[in-house]
């Protein structure tokens, strides 16, 4: 028996050894790729950085002669893209609000030839945030995008220390900077601080209450984030704002972590405010529908009251279209997926040795608003396959393929962001 | 025939005392498997010594986590409401920073330790499972800290505490307290007493251990790690939030049994698992995205060690004589 057991553990680590072989086998090339990266930019001197960054301005004027000169293969995108390595938190599980950002990011990525890193933040915590930066910047990142902006609110100056230390572009999506707080003054004073981009929490919640509203809805419950998340409060003043507009009335809410993450959740809050207000009319949930959507409308469904209560929501849900067919929901915004992608766009031009600008970049990141079942197929045809802008488009976002591009081109990409805007570019307008 | 038997007792004897040292060795074993693998996988890129720094100051939070429940998981309790304790401890030692910082790292730890007293006397004297009496501690906390935080989403750290952001003292620090822990936990009265209750409660209050005492203790000094925890947090993040220490519990649990821990308690639990565990977890988040695992591949490969993990631990340890 006892040699069995030494025969058993001896041969788990002759097996873990061989598996260590043919792993390392398969990945030599990458990560030998990986270090090379990282020692240059180690061995970097100032001196090679000033040549580095002539020999750069030099290829962008080649460029321009050449593109002036060949006019035909500049409108085909004809500019030699630097590989680099950028790293990204990991947006979390699959589903209507991250994948399509997976999707946008990802053909970005392959057409601008960077390789993507995820880095997993087990605990959303501010540690496993800091952990999760310091654990790609050694895996030889040359930028970072970072998600999920509430949870990281007081801890920016850390990761701006972090990222100026290892000079390592940075950027942030889904995050409000205020101006003049530790985190703004951190963000614009760091070397490498790209941009951020934020969505307009008020105005989203501002919008599910007019849905409503119109439609003469007067005693509502909200489904919400937990008290204190910056993004919650603010969806809380738009949802109050349009309570004020169209006199209406909110009954109870619902914040929960604990229900407002899961479908079975969703079901549980919503039979209990069927049960507790009778005379409730509307529901508003104020974020995360993709996890609670479902469960909210099977509880209405079993309940018979799919026709007395009127539903709108924050971030987008896998079955908002049919929903929205069936008449059970009146309104769902979302989409607000590209930020992150705006950010890739800033961060390759820059590697490229053509920024778009010296500023830092703070700018909206727009919502689609969907009050029907054809916006819903549109989104579906457009947003969930990745294809919010195509490779084409993304070729031509790169001054190096495309020097007429400029920032205000930039801006004005996403100031038109909307549904209309992506049917547009889709069919060549 | 006497000779016979005799050699084959003595046979038997070496034969378990190797069984019984390479159960223990197993944990270092899988360490050693993990830093191997990691470092042929990324070409060496683990073990540069940036890489070292970095792993070296992801893991100090958690040793000291471990090492401070250690008397708790021996007794085979659990604490799930560290985390709440922490940024409770966090939030309002940070205002009281702004007072004085020097009190305000002493109220920090007062006010962690004090937590981890009263859940020690709920637990020890009114019998409440440890795990309940855990989430409704971890409830109770969390829903206190938005208006402790002032409704704000964060508290900024006053400018002189970020001058305690000193690596070498931190690391002095730990040092004393794994060699107090060390020798207190093996060779004291009250380490002997913690895993004796964590292997049999009822012949340890038959044998004359104050359980409930120890209980209090034991969760004192969980709480005492909670107050170190805050503190060095705040250091480090420049900033104290709800999210502060979130999750940390769990990491510490699963970093103790990486490590080899015995959840059930006893003899099974030992100072050394702490260290090993911290190592192992924070090489293996570090080692996952160095080797550009995508997201979704890394939960699965932490997944799969930790049951396997604490299959090996638990068959093992019973295999051990």
Redesign the interface.
Known sequence: M??S??TK?VAL?LL??MV??I??CG??K???D??DT?EEKAEKTEKEKVEEEKVEEEKVEDNKDSISEKEDDSSNGSGELKAFKLGMM?PGAWNATSGPLYAQMELAAETLNV?L????Y???????H???V???????VDAIILLNG??I???I??IAEICDEAEVYWSLSWTKLIEGN?DYNAAVNSDYFVSTTYENDVYSANWCTSILGEKGVKNIAEIGF?????TG?MRDQGIQEGLEEYDMILLGEERDITLTMSSDGGKTIMERFINSYPEMDGLIIAGMSQFVLSGVVSAMEANGVEDKISLSCIDFHEFQTDYLKSGILDGIIGGHVVGPFYSLILIANIMNGTPLTEDKVIVEDKFIELSSHEDALIWDEYGNTGNIYSSDEIEQMMVVNNPDYTIDDFMKMIEDYSLEDIVSRAEGN | METNRNSNIIKLKQ??K??NI?IDA?PL?GLI?II??FT??????LL?L??LK?IL??MF?YLIGGLGSVYLYAQGGIDVSMASNIGFSAILGVRIMYQHVGIGIIATLLIGSSIGLLMGIIYAYAGIPVFIQGLAMDFLLKGT??PL?G??????VPDRLLKFDNKYFAWIFLLIIFIFIFFTYNFSRFGKECRSIGAGEIASIQSGIKVKKNKVLAFFISGLTCGIVAVY?LI?????????????N??VMLSLVLGGCVLGGGNGVKVRNAVIGAVTFVVL??GL????A??RA??IVKGILFVLMIVFTSKMYE?KV
Not at chain 1, 122 to 128: I, P, Q, V
Not at chain 1, 226 to 230: I, L, P, Q, R, T
Not at chain 2, 289 to 292: A, N, T
């Open positions: 006892k040699k057991l030494l553990i680590l873990s050894i260590l072989g792993a390392a990945s030599s990458k990560t030998e990986a270090k990282k990991d390789e890193v995820y880095a997993g087990d605990t959303n915590s501010a540690e496993g800091i952990a999760a310091q654990n790609l910047i050694s895996s030889g509430p949870l609110h007081g801890i100056p850390q530790n937990e008290a204190g998340n910056a409060d | 034969n378990l190797y069984r390479l197993f074993l498997i191997l693998f042929i996988i990324t070409s060496g890129n540069t940036n890489n970095i100051n992801q939070l800290l938005y935080s409704f704000k989403a964060s508290i900024p947090t480090r993040t420049g900033s104290a939030s709800q999210s502060t220490g979130l999750g940390f769990f990491n988040q570090n995205v160095l080797c550009g995508s997201a890394q939960d295999r």
